[in-house]
Structures are given as structure tokens and as C-alpha cells.
T-cell receptor
Framework: GAVVSQHPSRVICKSGTSVKIECRSL??????MFWYRQFPKQSLMLMAT?????????EQGVEKDKFLINHASLTLSTLTVTSAHPEDSSFYIC???????????FGPGTRLTVL | GIQVEQSPPDLILQEGANSTLRCNFS?????LQWFHQNPWGQLINLFY???GTKQNGRLSATTVATERYSLLYISSSQTTDSGVYFC???????????FGDGTTLTVKP
């Protein structure tokens, strides 16, 4: 149980395009989902906390207009990287918590490469 | 914010050896998790352990909340144990976790 999927697993795009990443909880309802960013050989950096039906809470230094987050249902959150540039290339990982618990379950990640 | 320090940063073992990974944190927490990130990037839950001791096969973990540290023990290590081990902590009412920098474990055959 507690499976989280992400799609796509890997994406390569041209500079200036927008990329949407989906995060789904497959066998549970997730009131809260988190989006992280991880650079090579570094730790996970929290970008934003996403609660179903409300606006996401962004961490300091994360541009809201660049990283659009939508948590439309209890099983789906999306992250859209708008007008992507090479410096946005990174590994993006989502996690979800089962409603009423604090335990995070992670998706497999999405590797974004912007040319 | 809360500081999370993991040690050692890197660890190289021969297959069959035991190891202890440490996570120190700077404030009281109500949630602590240990994760293993495999070479493909997937984070796998190992333990949810805000306090006390738990065991799962060759792995066990102990958190001493009053002294603000947690230990992850790996016994009889295998090459498949290689990867990065993270601890993540959450303060009460914070609504989010803070990750340590991880310990990179390499187990050689």
C-alpha cells in the first residue's frame, strides 16, 4: 500500500517551454502533497506544500509564478515549470501523506533536462 | 529553522559488515523518518520513528528524542544496501519536514 506515482519519469525540453509533472497517490487519499527539488549529490529541498482545494504554500526563494502547483483532488497534484530554463534542470520529487498521519511516501521522481 | 546533521557523510563497507548512521537535530520533533534513496532516485521508507526503537530485518533504528538524535543500524550489509540514507524531521505543527544532507553508503562485494 501507499504507492505514489509520478509522470513523466524523464523529460527533455527546449528553453522557454512549460513542463507539467503529475503526482498521484494510487491507493490512498492524500490531503497533503509535497514537492521537492534535488540537485546531483545534494539533499532534498522542499519547494512547496500542496493541500487539496487550497493554494500551495511555497518555501522562501521559490517563485510562485514559475512553479505552478495545483492540487485538484485528493489523489492528484501537478507541478508546472513555466518558461523553463537550463538552470531549472533538476530531479523533482513529490511525496504524499495519508490523511491523518505524518508519514511521507515518495514518488519515483521526474528528471527534467532543459536544453 | 531546525538544523539536521547526518554523519558520516560517506561510508564504504565490505559486504557483511555492520554500520551505524547518525542523525542529530537541533530542536524537539514530533516526527522523524529514515529513508533510503536507491541509485535510481526512489526514496524508500525505512522507519517512522519519532522515539523509541524499531527493527525490520537487518535494519533497526533508535531515536532518543530528549537528546535529539537518531541512529540507524545496518547489520550484515549487502551490496543492495548501497545508496544514500536520509533522515527527515518535523517539528510539532510545522506541517513540513527538513532533510539532512544524507549519508552515502557504498557496500563492496
Amino acid at each position: 500500500g501507499a504507492v505514489v506515482s509520478q509522470h513523466p519519469s524523464r523529460v527533455i525540453c527546449k528553453s522557454g517551454t512549460s513542463v507539467k509533472i503529475e503526482c498521484r497517490s494510487l491507493d490512498f487519499q492524500a490531503t497533503t502533497m509535497f514537492w521537492y527539488r534535488q540537485f546531483p549529490k545534494q539533499s532534498l529541498m522542499l519547494m512547496a506544500t500542496s493541500n487539496e482545494g487550497s493554494k500551495a504554500t511555497y518555501e522562501q526563494g521559490v517563485e510562485k509564478d514559475k512553479f505552478l502547483i495545483n492540487h485538484a483532488s485528493l489523489t492528484l497534484s501537478t507541478l508546472t515549470v513555466t518558461s523553463a530554463h537550463p538552470e531549472d534542470s533538476s530531479f523533482y520529487i513529490c511525496s504524499a501523506t495519508i490523511s491523518g498521519t505524518d508519514t511521507q511516501y515518495f514518488g519515483p521522481g521526474t528528471r527534467l533536462t532543459v536544453l | 529553522g531546525i538544523q539536521v546533521e547526518q554523519s558520516p557523510p560517506d561510508l564504504i563497507l565490505q559486504e557483511g559488515a555492520n554500520s551505524t548512521l547518525r542523525c542529530n537535530f537541533s530542536d524537539s520533533v514530533n516526527n522523524l523518518q529514515w529513508f533510503h534513496q536507491n541509485p535510481w532516485g526512489q526514496l524508500i521508507n525505512l522507519f517512522y520513528i519519532p522515539s523509541g526503537t524499531k527493527q525490520n530485518g537487518r535494519l533497526s533504528a533508535t531515536t532518543v528524542a530528549t537528546e535529539r538524535y537518531s541512529l540507524l543500524y545496518i547489520s550484515s550489509s549487502q551490496t543492495t544496501d548501497s545508496g544514500v540514507y536520509f533522515c527527515a524531521v518535523e517539528r510539532a505543527n510545522a506541517g513540513k519536514s527538513t532533510f539532512g544532507d544524507g549519508t552515502t553508503l557504498t557496500v563492496k562485494p
